[in-house]
């Protein structure tokens, strides 16, 4: 169900009331995508806190079931049926299914499948939630950035550094599926309003150094539920953005080896000892090389 906003209409005569409120009735067969990673939920500042061997992990792994609830909650209040939760950290196994509402559904683990932390994603659904992300390798937005590997000192997509929020950014609307809603650390919220104008966005702490700075986590899962409610309440097809019709991929490995070995890849050319370059006109194909050279 895709929505328009609706404005006053003199010809028609109809008032924005009511119109609204045919759209809210509308409402209540949302199909909606949740997509969930931890180094960017609230106040979290340690890899010890997103490893699930270390004793630091639970309570981060619960701060992130709080966040996905607090965003599946809004969701509900605006009239989602039906939520799909992939819980897209490490394993793929950390969120608590038995503290999300019943109207949800879980992927857990790893298909393997080339849409990754989208997996799963299709025309079906309305709209695409993502929480806890964080900034891309390289930025100081975080001190755990990082994109997809720790292997990779930057990526870029046609000169700009790419980060996991635009990897599932354009793969939701490859789908046609907009994204309404973002929350994880201030860098990435920045960077995401950039690349969407219309998305809405809550910031769950600030990277300085090698620290976080950030308000009480009941507040910003508050104010998660809050800002998905509105995110689906607005008119959602703002959020479509435009693709890219080319796709120029630079990847800067911190090993040399890794270079050389990605050369081989279809189509990819080493431009030096560090660097490899992928040019390609379809967004799958860069997705495609991803799960080659990730080793998935
Ligand atoms: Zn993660």
């Not at 999300?100 to 683990?109: D, E, S």
């Not at 308000?215 to 998660?224: A, N, R, S």
């Not at 890849?265 to 006109?281: A, F, I, N």
Request: charged share 25%.
């Amino acid at each position: 169900m895709k929505r328009t906003f609706a404005t006053f209409d003199k010809a028609s005569g109809f008032s924005c009331r009511e119109i609204q409120n045919a759209d809210e009735s509308e409402d209540e067969n949302m199909k909606i995508y949740i997509s969930a990673d931890i180094e960017g939920v609230a106040g979290i500042a340690h890899w010890n806190e997103c490893d699930k061997s270390k004793a630091d992990y639970k309570e981060f792994a619960k701060q992130m079931t709080l966040e996905v609830k607090a965003a599946c909650e809004g969701a509900t209040e605006a009239g989602a049926r039906e939520i799909w939760v992939n819980d897209a950290h490490d394993s793929g196994r950390n969120i608590d299914h038995s503290l999300l509402p019943k109207n949800t559904k879980i992927i857990r683990g790893w298909s393997k499948h080339p849409y990754g932390m989208m997996q799963e994603i299709d025309s079906s659904f309305d709209a695409s939630i993502l929480i806890g992300y964080h900034s891309y390798s390289s930025s100081a937005g975080n001190l755990l950035a990082h994109t997809m590997s720790g292997q990779f000192q930057s990526i870029k997509i046609n000169g700009m550094l790419l980060s996991e929020f635009l990897i599932s950014l354009y793969t939701s609307n490859l789908e046609g599926v907009p994204v309404v809603f973002l929350s994880g650390d201030e860098g990435i919220c920045d960077s995401g309003r950039k690349f969407s104008n219309n998305i809405k966005t809550v910031a769950t702490l600030k990277g300085v150094g090698e620290s976080a700075i950030g308000e009480h986590p009941v507040k910003i899962t508050e104010e998660i539920k809050e800002n998905v409610r509105l995110a689906l309440k607005n008119d959602i097809s703002k959020c479509i953005i435009n693709m890219p019709n080319f796709y120029k991929v630079e990847i800067e490995f911190k090993k040399p080896s890794n270079a050389y070995r990605n050369s081989f890849y279809p189509g990819m050319k080493q431009v030096s000892d560090t660097k490899v370059v992928l040019e390609v006109k379809e967004y799958f194909e860069v997705l495609r090389m991803f799960v080659f050279i990730l080793g998935f």
